[in-house]
């Protein structure tokens, strides 16, 4: 079973800080197949469609960000321990979404067809 779940959502005050991690587990990302994929961040707020912020390439030597996002989102990735992880600075009421990670064997991509996401975690910004 191929499982990708999310870790540190909760409420934070704006002009605060957070970080998500991404645990991927499975048959799939066992031994060092985890570092052979592609890792994505989404998003979706209420009422609002799921949108890219974010992602990794499969060694972690490219990233890319949603222009809305960038300088305020960081992403890093430890493929010893099947980690991802995403730092948001300077967090606003606008970063009030599920969050989700994804995983992909594509070249990073902000195409939102990736082949396995987790659950989601929610972040809530109060002003």
């Known amino acids: 079973q191929v499982q990708l779940v999310e870790s540190g959502g909760g409420l934070v005050q704006a002009g605060g800080s957070l970080r998500l991690s991404c645990v991927a587990s499975g048959r799939t990302f066992s031994g060092r197949t985890f570092s052979l994929y592609t890792m994505g961040w989404f998003r979706q707020a209420p009422g609002k469609e799921r949108e890219f912020v974010g992602g990794i390439s499969w060694r972690g030597g490219s990233t890319d960000y949603a222009d809305s996002v960038k300088g305020r989102f960081a992403i890093s990735r430890d493929n010893a321990k099947n980690t991802v992880n995403l730092k948001i600075n300077s967090m606003t009421s606008e970063d009030t979404a599920v969050y989700y990670c994804?995983?992909?064997?594509?070249?990073?991509?902000?195409?939102?067809?990736?082949?396995?996401w987790g659950q989601g975690t929610q972040v809530t910004v109060s002003s």
């Open positions: 994804a995983a992909d064997r594509r070249v990073l991509t902000r195409d939102p067809d990736y082949a396995t």
